[in-house]
């Protein structure tokens, strides 16, 4: 179906202007600032006082993940489905082989669990986990898979953590292949011995988890990595940042030979560590590696994300429910499955903390929700408004004013950390290429619809 969206307000990565847009076999056709004359079977969408949005893409996700003895309860169907109704039309999700499982194995495996359900489309980046020496011998093929990023965790010891020699010899490989290596920086190793200190000493409640991650190991952990991604002449790419000083350090390197680019996720923005307090085991919902922080962090997480300091804002969406995975925690935090909710909140939430209330430009909460992971993940013609892209578009109302609760939310989880949140703004009608699957609060799309982003 064709589409006219008439009298809206068109925001790209670059401008703000009110305009017409029309959508051709999936593809935005044109865009103007004037009346756009169409034939009688186009479907005709009046967006007076709306925001033409691109569609979100959330860079990282966890849908149907196994991990810490639980799977991730939102599968592709429920989670894609949930981000569509928060304005978001592709992920990117983590492929997390076995040990000792080939690449194209675990590929193949994630390929099955997302294209009969899909309603959005979908890309993978590959986390590389022990053996490394065999993994490295597979890069070559992630080309033939379009799979254009890799991830290294610094952190859960004993399961998916790589060492200092293995981090090395993989960037190296990444560089040769052309790959932007993505990183969970946080000491791993000493952390597992604060884990074990705290539990020996019975310290065993959800707040000795953010005690036993400090924030001095995430900022060493992404020191260490920007001084072997600069020896080896490597772009990085650090996932969900918690800090003030992990932020600083990569400032460093901005104006150096290689890209460093930092992402971080509303939970970091919105929250601090008091929330591990929260009473009857509540602190658990908040259970994620990096741990909230201390609140000047949050406030200095803002204030990068309104310069130039943040790239990416993206989810990490990995939801666990409260009351069944993360009770497997309840007399020791070191088993809560570490993870949120999110992929359904985070435009409409930073929407309203960000535009609303901080003032941020259209243009850039459109670059760092839109356009940046587009351009840095390498998925054409996706993540933002021009002609020739791909008819992917919120239609946005700026000013709707609605409080977060779980029962409006579609993801597949007992709760929502952002449970009473008072926000401003919302996509009232969802496009992915052209067909319309967010309208009055309904879902109108299909699973399998979505199609796999072969990034090159
Ligand atoms: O706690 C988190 N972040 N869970 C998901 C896995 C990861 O580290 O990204
Ligand atoms: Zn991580
Ligand atoms: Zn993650």
């Known amino acids: 179906m064709d589409i006219l969206i008439k009298n809206g307000t068109i925001v790209t990565s670059e401008e703000v202007f009110k305009g017409n847009l029309l959508i051709k076999d999936k593809i935005i056709e044109k865009i103007s600032k004037e009346e756009l004359e169409v034939s009688k079977d186009v479907h005709v969408i009046d967006a007076k006082n709306k925001l033409i949005l691109p569609g979100g893409i959330d860079a990282h996700t966890h849908l149907d993940m196994p991990f810490m003895g639980a799977f991730s309860t939102d599968d592709f169907y429920s989670g ?32 099955q669990k997302a294209e009969s359900k899909s309603v959005i489309d979908y890309g993978f980046h590959m986390a590389i986990v022990p053996s490394v020496e065999s993994a490295i011998n597979q890069l070559a093929e992630l080309k033939t898979l379009g799979i254009s990023s890799i991830k290294c965790f610094l952190a859960y010891k004993n399961s998916l953590m790589l060492n200092d020699e293995e981090l090395e010899k993989l960037f190296e490989a990444a560089t040769q292949n052309n790959l932007l290596v993505c990183i969970h920086a946080e000491n791993g190793e000493e952390i597992h011995n604060l884990v074990n200190k705290y539990i020996n000493e019975n310290k ?85 590696s990096p741990p909230l922080r201390e609140s000047f962090n949050k406030d200095y997480l803002l204030q990068a994300s309104l310069g130039n300091q943040i790239d990416v804002i993206a989810t990490d969406h990995c939801p666990f429910n409260f009351k069944k995975e993360k009770q497997k925690g309840i007399n020791d935090f070191s088993k809560i499955p570490n993870g949120v909710p999110g992929i359904e909140t985070r435009l409409p939430l930073m929407f309203s903390k960000l535009v609303k209330e901080n003032r941020m430009p259209l243009t850039q909460f459109v670059r760092l929700n839109f356009t940046n992971p587009a351009k840095i993940f390498k998925i054409k013609n996706k993540g933002d408004i021009k002609i020739g892209y791909d008819a992917d578009i919120c239609i946005w109302d700026a000013d709707f004013k609605w409080t977060i609760t779980k029962e409006k939310l579609h993801e597949n989880v007992d709760y929502t950390i952002y449970e009473g949140e008072e926000i401003t703004g919302k996509p009232i009608i969802v496009i992915s290429k052209g067909e319309i699957i967010i309208e009055n609060n309904s879902f109108k799309g299909n699973a399998g619809n979505g199609q796999y982003l072969f990034r090159s």
């Open 80 to 111: 894609t489905v949930a981000a569509a109704f928060g304005g978001t039309t592709s992920i990117i999700d983590y492929i997390i082989p076995k040990i000792d499982q080939s690449l194209n194995e675990a590929y193949s495996i994630w390929k």
């Open 204 to 288: 065993t409640a959800p707040i000795y988890h953010a005690l036993s991650r400090p924030p001095e190991l995430e900022c060493e952990a992404v020191q260490k990595v920007l001084n072997t991604a600069s020896l080896k002449g490597s772009d990085v790419y650090f996932v969900h940042l918690s800090t003030k000083s992990a932020i600083e350090e990569i400032q460093k390197y901005k104006n150096s030979e290689i890209n460093a680019y930092a992402e971080t996720c509303p939970q970091y923005l919105m929250y601090s560590q008091e929330k591990y307090e929260e009473e009857n085991f509540g602190g658990a919902k908040y259970v994620m």
